[in-house]
């Protein structure tokens, strides 16, 4: 593939979020599978490349052109959501594309296609980094980013992500205490490796991080119901 083409598709997938996000209340955690965006099907298709020429290294040339489209609005959400969420299909892959299983049609091995998945980790945390706090000023868009800041485990972001909506007023000083509160205690917790535990399964979907009283309510319950696991030696 050549630029032209990443750059068509980039342009393309702006123009859908651009047309599908401006009018909903709240935006769409990376992932949600309630939407169905072009780049998810394309996904599969950088690994059928990779396959072919890796030292291509199409995921960089993406991040390249997302990061020159940035360059101008770093916070524009209609470029950090086809961003974001690519990147964050590409890591899922192995375990989430229906009906395909990357692993078992790889013909170089179960290690060579994990640098594939590694490549989109790295390019995910490098975009969710490149936001500037002090650029947001709507709700909306910082709830949004604190959870794609925990998604990266970028737990400072996530931080001045609350106290950025602290200091605004959004949505009032006691819910966002409350929330950050919730979060301090998780970030522990998920550090120590405890939160499965805790849960009593694995930790499926970015919802857990989301900044939502009923949400955090609810599952602040359910961890303060549970029986305390062991402490661990050290965190």
């Known amino acids: 593939m050549n630029e032209d083409t990443f750059k068509s598709d980039i342009e393309d997938w702006i123009d859908w979020s651009r047309e599908n ?30 396959e072919r020429a890796p ?3 199409e995921l960089a040339a993406l991040c390249r052109l997302f990061e020159f489209e940035l360059a101008g609005n ?28 990357p692993i078992l049609h790889c013909s170089q091995g179960i290690h060579f296609v994990r640098q594939f998945f590694e490549q989109g980790q790295k390019y995910f945390d490098y975009i969710v980094k490149l936001l500037p706090v002090e650029a947001l000023n709507e709700w909306r868009s910082i709830k949004w980013e604190i959870v794609n800041a925990c998604a990266a ?4 972001l996530a931080r001045r992500l609350y106290d950025r909506a602290y200091d605004l007023g959004l949505p009032d000083s006691i819910e966002i205490q409350l929330l950050r509160g919730q979060f301090h205690f998780l970030v522990t917790f998920h550090k120590a490796k405890l939160l499965p535990e805790l849960l009593g399964r694995p930790i499926l979907g970015l919802f857990f991080w989301e900044p939502d009283v009923k949400i955090q309510l609810a599952l602040a319950r359910r961890l303060y119901s549970s029986p305390c696991p062991r402490s661990p030696s050290r965190y």
């Open 21 to 50: 996000l401006s009018s909903l209340d709240d935006l769409p955690l990376i992932g949600d599978s309630a939407i169905e965006p072009p780049w998810r099907e394309d996904a599969l298709e950088y690994l059928r490349w990779y």
């Open 153 to 156: 485990q970028e737990w400072d």
């Open 74 to 101: 770093p916070s524009d959400v209609a470029i950090r959501f086809p961003a974001l969420d690519f990147y964050h299909e590409v890591v899922r892959i192995e375990s989430y594309y229906v009906g395909e299983d």
């Open 55 to 57: 030292e291509n290294n």
